[in-house]
């Protein structure tokens, strides 16, 4: 089953359409089809940020000072 498509219309820099365009012709992709995988991957990665933030909630909540004295000690600054 085929996702319903809608037409936005987006304003990039210049510089970026001529990228996307340049891109779009060397991997047979239209720009549409790049984009939407880019805004996809993006969204992907917030998902992810906020699953990791939700099963870190319960975790104990450090200082700053306490977190460069754990470095220190752990040898990694």
Partial sequence: MEAT???ATIYL?????KALK???LETSRSVSDLVN???KNALAEDAE???AFENRVNE???????MVKRL???GRI
Avoid: I, N, Q, T
Avoid at 13 to 17: I, L, T, Y
Avoid at 60 to 66: A, K, M, T, V, W
């Fill in 5 to 7: 498509v809608k037409r």
């Fill in 49 to 51: 940020d906020l699953a």
């Fill in 37 to 39: 995988s880019a805004v």
């Fill in 60 to 66: 104990p909540l450090l200082s700053y000072d306490e």
């Fill in 72 to 74: 220190r000690k752990d």
């Fill in 13 to 17: 820099d210049e510089v970026v359409h």
């Fill in 22 to 24: 340049m891109k779009a």
